[in-house]
């Protein structure tokens, strides 16, 4: 895996510019942050975020991945402010599930999910390598 760095840019913090990888890929649909029982157990953003993103890498594992193998990540929120002011809480519980690997990623302010109680969703694309 290579990330992409232009000469010159400013080093983004938590993501990456873009990500080269070559292996299998593995794509996991949106993911929210109800437990494996299909119950949300709480309605705070950093919360769901952290179940989420619990829920990616139970799914990772189905596939023989885990969070390094992540090249992409879109994150669809309900509340642009609710994530912007999440920052050090919601940065906590990402590196505490995915660790210290940052893909290329986008956030997204969405009007509404499938799911009512649903703060949050998140998909990723992974590669596994060959």
């Known amino acids: 895996m290579e990330f992409l760095q232009p ?7 938590g993501y990456a510019n873009g990500v080269v990888a070559r292996g299998r890929q593995v794509h996991v649909s949106g993911m929210v942050g109800w437990t494996p029982a299909g119950r949300f157990e709480t309605d705070d953003f950093v919360g769901q975020s952290r179940q989420a993103l619990a829920n990616i890498v139970a799914v990772l594992r189905e596939a023989g991945a885990s969070p390094e193998h992540i090249v992409r990540m879109t994150w669809y929120v309900l509340d642009k402010r609710e994530y912007l002011d999440a920052g ?37 694309t992974a590669i596994i390598p060959d």
């Open 7 to 13: 000469p010159g840019w400013p080093r983004p913090k």
């Open 88 to 124: 050090p809480a919601l940065g906590a519980a990402y590196r505490d599930v995915i660790g210290r690997h940052y893909p290329a990623m986008t956030a997204v302010q969405v009007a509404g999910l499938m799911e009512d109680r649903a703060r949050v969703e998140i998909e990723v």
